[in-house]
């Protein structure tokens, strides 16, 4: 069975994403319950950087000028495993458990779990990288640990124009929104 898709349609272009449900099902599944739920509807890119990344999922970037931004998750609760069927849960801020199983590195293109550095500490921040950041893979030596969990196989150049926007603080100068998330393949 194929992967699902994730079609994401910004004020910038719209890209489509493989989600590595065959890999890191419960990441997978979390993006893909938060998605269908329209949590990410409406949300800003909170952190673009060229040459490196763009960052979004944040609750608080619904206001893109929120100093809150980058520091939420979304709501504790249960969502479904889509491969295993089990319960998963989100607790201690709409964190989940680490899901350090695939070797995806996070090259151009690929999909990775944003946290705050400490295990389980992911939940709805995600980034797209835009350089080889190999030095984030969960695998690589050092502290910061980042599972991928898709790749984008259409549009990979909205991406690359997000993270080129003027910023300040690394911050969108012109906000950058995600209209919606459309999940295909489930």
């Not at 419960?26 to 998605?35: E, G, K, P, Q, V």
């Given at each position: ?72 998750g ?16 989100r ?16 090259a ?28 984030l ?31 300040r ?18």
């Amino acid at each position: 069975m194929a992967n699902p898709t994730a079609v994401c349609d910004t004020t910038m272009g719209s890209f489509t994403v493989e989600l590595y449900l065959d890999r890191v099902p419960r990441t997978a599944s979390n993006f893909i319950d938060l998605a269908r739920s329209g949590f990410y509807n409406g949300l800003h890119f909170h952190r673009v950087i060229p040459g490196f990344m763009d960052q979004f999922g944040c609750p608080h970037s619904r206001d893109p000028r929120s100093r809150q931004s980058g520091t939420g998750g979304p709501p504790d609760g249960t969502f479904q495993n889509l491969k295993t069927g089990a319960t998963e849960t989100r607790s201690n801020g709409g964190n989940i458990q680490d899901e350090n199983i695939s070797r995806d590195s996070n090259a151009p293109g690929t999909l990775s779990m944003a946290n705050t550095g400490r295990p389980n500490s992911g939940g709805s921040q995600f980034f797209l990288n835009v350089a080889n950041n190999s030095f984030l893979d969960w695998f690589a030596p050092g502290d910061s640990k980042h599972p991928v969990f898709g790749k984008i196989i259409e549009g990979y150049e909205v991406a690359e124009a997000i993270s080129k926007t003027p910023t300040r603080n690394d911050n969108p100068v012109t906000p950058v929104m995600m209209n919606s998330i459309t999940i295909n393949g489930i």
